[in-house]
Nanobody, 124 residues
């Protein structure tokens, strides 16, 4: 059984930084891409960032490019999302997800396992 456990969310002022972590178990971590998605109240869950199984390829939503960085440590079975220059519109529940394949993708349907989510709140 694949399990994903996020941590690192919290309350931060606009312009601040947070680092989210997602610890994975139950599948060979380096074989699968990982992604981060977020969902704000009343909105659809949206893609944020993804990283390939080996960690060499990444993809980002336009809204976070240049501010967020996704990385993957296959020795620790953990994926990270470093979030800098946070804005109030980044406020959401952030979810990590494990893809069915090695290649990073923004397609929500490609992900078959999801974490429980961690709240990020950015105050203005």
């Amino acid at each position: 059984q694949v399990q994903l456990v996020e941590s690192g969310g919290g309350l931060v002022q606009a312009g601040g930084s947070l680092r989210l972590s997602c610890a994975a178990s139950g599948r060979i971590f380096s074989w699968y891409a990982m992604g981060w998605f977020r969902q704000a109240p009343g909105k659809e869950r949206e893609f944020v960032a993804a990283v390939s199984g080996g960690g060499g390829n990444t993809a980002y939503a336009d809204s976070v490019k240049g501010r967020f960085t996704i990385s993957k440590d296959n020795t620790k079975n953990t994926v990270y999302l470093q979030m800098n220059s946070l804005k109030p519109e980044d406020t959401a529940v952030y979810y990590c997800a494990s893809d069915r394949t090695y290649s990073s993708t923004s397609l929500r349907g490609s992900y078959d396992y999801w974490g429980q989510g961690t709240q990020v709140t950015v105050s203005s």
